[in-house]
């Protein structure tokens, strides 16, 4: 592939019907009035702008300095005409106190929620819990008839009841027969409370004990038995199911808080977004089996309320032994008070992975007069703007732009 080899770039239409082959895509958290919308921390040295937006001082001295707007409705903002210190919110972050996460362990200082992360840092009381029961052992409940059984948790203990069922109940019927034996050697009888404590009573269903001693004969006994371990298996399958689903509700929320930082992550790259295609070589497969497969990436914007835009990945229509590569506007909610046609520059780079020498770099201005820089109509514009014959395949496979089953194409659109 020839790196320095100039191409034009021209305006390109996705075929209809094509199928995308889609990308898959902790305490001292302050209140919303307190937090820095670029850092989403707590305000540090707050200001606030002429268009009533409060930031942290450094967060948006560095933001003005790389885009000039406001990050969160695009007005165009100065350093030294919009931005004043916010004393008054500064005095109610200094006026909040919080309790040491070590409280519990007997740290009683209090902090403003701006010094509390070097507290816990310094905290006499953030040492590691030693365990003082390493060396104890959980005994089988069968432990008092002869079950020698010991385990290293609760879990475990209820497993060995589940399964054991049966030499439980040979245990015991051992037991209750050497107690019989020894009474009637003896000849003594024993009252009804000296009953109760040899012998098991059979909770009743909602887990209270029974209220009746166990009758004296062997059936009733084994009766009584087995009913307690239909109780304890039922107890065991509810537990099962409230696991069960408290799982699914952390997976589905671990699910939830990864698309929200990834959709953050999308929204404030500042058009510099960086695309890697994984699974490469199957995706690369399913093109070339099918020339109306494409590749899209996510959508990613210019600026936090600006321009929306997504790259295609496939083969060309022009040339089977060459990819296109392509940028599509799509729709966001702010495309009524943004300006139209889009004007700016765009750069492509596919990442040569293993001498950067050979990276490949392109660079096209927009054209105001073609479809794919107007307001789009639909979710993404079917017309796009790139190169109809970006790269040989052959030269991508194996001139090192892939490593690991990975593509990177690095875009960056800037608005002029």
């Known amino acids: 592939m020839d790196h320095n080899n100039t191409k034009n770039a021209s305006e390109g239409i996705a075929p209809m019907g094509i199928t995308a082959l889609n990308e898959t895509v902790l305490t001292n958290q302050p209140e919303s009035r307190y937090e820095c919308p670029v850092c989403l921390n707590w305000l540090r040295d707050p200001v606030i702008t002429t268009c009533g937006h409060k930031f942290c001082k450094s967060c948006i001295t560095s933001w003005l300095q790389n885009s000039g707007h406001c990050p969160i409705d695009n007005i165009n903002l100065s350093m030294k005409v919009d ?20 409280a519990g362990k007997g740290c009683t200082v209090k902090v403003t929620p701006l010094d509390l992360d070097a507290h816990i840092s310094t905290c006499e009381f953030n040492q590691p819990e030693a365990s003082t029961h390493h060396d104890v052992r959980i005994p089988c409940s069968f432990s008092a008839v002869g079950c020698k059984e010991t385990f290293d948790n609760q879990e475990a203990a209820n497993t060995h009841l589940h399964n054991d069922i049966l ?52 059936s009733a006994l084994i009766r009584a038995l087995y009913e307690r371990v239909v109780v304890l298996e039922q107890r065991n399958r509810e537990q099962d199911i409230v696991i069960a689903n408290i799982s699914k509700q952390l997976s589905a929320f671990a699910v939830a808080k990864m698309k929200q930082n990834n959709d953050m992550l999308l929204r ?53 032994l060459c990819f296109a590569l392509h940028v599509h506007l ?81 875009v960056r659109i800037k608005c002029v």
């Open 83 to 102: 931005i004043f210190p916010d004393n008054y919110t500064k005095r109610e972050i200094q006026e909040q106190r919080m309790s040491c996460p070590f």
């Open 330 to 410: 799509m729709k966001t909610e702010n495309d009524e008070y943004l300006d139209w046609p889009f004007n700016g520059r765009i750069s492509f780079s596919m990442i040569n992975q293993y001498d950067s020498e050979y990276t490949q770099r392109d660079t096209m201005m927009s054209n105001s007069s073609l479809v794919a820089f107007r307001k789009p109509t639909s979710e993404i514009c079917v017309r796009g703007f790139g190169y109809n014959e970006y790269a040989e395949v052959s030269d991508v496979v194996r001139n090192g732009f892939v490593k690991n089953d990975v593509l990177i194409i690095s």
């Open 167 to 218: 030499s439980h109940m040979s245990l015991l019927m051992n037991a209750y027969s050497k107690i019989k034996i020894d009474n009637d050697m003896s000849n003594t009888s024993i009252d009804a409370k000296e009953q109760e404590a040899l012998l098991w009573e059979a909770p009743d269903k909602n887990g209270n004990e029974a209220s009746t001693p166990l009758p004296n004969d062997t």
């Open 268 to 320: 404030y790259c500042m058009g510099n977004y960086i695309w890697k295609v994984d699974n490469f070589k199957a995706r690369l497969e399913a093109m070339l089996k099918d020339h109306n497969k494409m590749l899209y990436s996510p959508g990613f914007y210019t600026s936090p309320n600006g321009y929306r835009f997504c790259v295609r990945l496939n083969i060309s229509p022009l040339n089977p």
